[in-house]
């Protein structure tokens, strides 16, 4: 069976430092994987989605990045954390071949202080 | 932008009753659908999904309701416990997402379930 993996669950990290969220899945191959922001209380904001290794695209001007450097494994990433980055992000992944919805991870809370 | 709203954001019920929480689309050309439910503090999870060619699918005490005509969808749950209490989001997929990917979510309701 297929499982994405995410972590941390939880970070706090001051203002100006680096950030690099990690998320994996299993079972499957050829995966489209998406980065998603939740402000708190609000819905789910696509940030980042990919088709294949090194293949990103965005779907927000941010102060994010993304990477796939393998089949199965999708980073987010910034520079220079800002307040406005606040907030829970999650990975999720969908079949490449046939129609169908997403699966989630469990999420990052991200606090910037 | 989102282009699935919903009609209500949150939504109060007490246990045992039924919860109707509904959802507008407008997109015709959506071909499928999904709900989700989003506990506090986790990932959403798969509840039950729809396709255009029907109009009613049920499973374990939720029943997805399709109206093509006014781009309507509502997700129906029987006897409501506490344990539903979470925010719901219902998403629809575009056959061709172009850019954005091709699921596209509503901004959820939250339901709380009175004791």
């Known amino acids: 069976s297929q499982t994405i993996h995410q972590w941390p669950a939880t970070l706090v990290q001051p203002v100006g430092s680096p950030l690099s969220l990690e998320c994996t899945v299993e079972?499957?191959?050829?995966?489209?994987l998406y980065w998603y922001r939740q402000a708190a209380g609000r819905g789910l904001q696509l940030l980042f989605y990919s088709v294949g290794i090194g293949q990103i695209s965005s779907e927000v001007p941010q102060n994010l990045s993304a990477s796939r450097p393998q089949d199965r494994q999708f980073i987010l990433s910034s520079k220079k954390l800002l307040l406005s980055d606040s907030g829970f992000y999650l990975c999720?992944?969908?079949?490449?071949?046939?129609?169908?919805?997403?699966?989630f991870g469990s999420g990052t809370r991200l606090t910037v202080v | 932008g989102e282009s699935v709203g919903l009609h209500l954001p949150t939504l109060s019920v007490q246990e045992g009753d039924n919860s109707i929480i509904n959802c507008a689309y407008s997109?015709?050309?959506?071909?499928?659908f999904i709900w989700y439910k989003q506990e506090s503090g986790k990932g959403p999870q798969f509840i039950i999904d729809?396709?255009?060619?029907?109009d009613k699918r049920q499973g374990q005490r939720v029943t997805v309701l399709l109206n093509k005509t006014v781009k309507h969808l509502s997700l129906q749950i029987a006897a409501t416990q506490p344990g539903d209490s979470a925010v719901y989001f219902c998403?629809?997929?575009?056959?061709?997402?172009?850019?954005?990917?091709?699921?596209?979510f509503g901004k959820g309701t939250k339901l709380s379930v009175k004791p």
């Open positions: 998403a629809e997929i575009r056959p061709y997402g172009g850019s954005q990917g091709n699921l596209i």
């Open positions: 999720a992944w969908s079949r490449r071949s046939t129609v169908g919805g997403y699966t």
């Open positions: 079972g499957t191959s050829n995966p489209n």
């Open positions: 729809i396709r255009s060619n029907m």
């Open positions: 997109n015709s050309a959506s071909d499928y």
